[in-house]
């Protein structure tokens, strides 16, 4: 095998490996912002606060 086929090969190995990171880095951020539009669904007294123009709000 000459240089120049050589150096080919690997261009094409990185080039492959790179675009296989690019894909799981894909699915890993649509993971996580999946997860985090479930932990912004949560209620918070503050929130529920400013709703309700400032006014105490007793759980019961």
Same mark, same amino acid.
């Given at each position: 095998?000459? $240089?120049? *086929?050589? $150096?080919? %090969? /690997? /261009? %094409?190995?990185?080039?492959?490996?790179?675009?296989?990171?690019?894909? /799981?880095?894909?699915? $890993?951020?649509? *993971?996580?912002? #999946?997860?985090?539009?479930? %932990?912004?669904? #949560?209620?918070?007294? #503050? &929130?529920? $606060? &400013?709703?309700?123009?400032? #006014?105490?709000?007793?759980?019961?």
């Amino acid at each position: 095998m000459n $240089l120049l *086929a050589f $150096l080919a %090969l /690997i /261009i %094409l190995i990185i080039t492959i490996i790179t675009l296989v990171f690019g894909i /799981i880095a894909y699915f $890993l951020y649509k *993971a996580r912002e #999946k997860h985090k539009t479930k %932990l912004a669904k #949560k209620l918070i007294y #503050k &929130d529920v $606060l &400013d709703e309700v123009g400032g #006014k105490y709000v007793f759980f019961e």
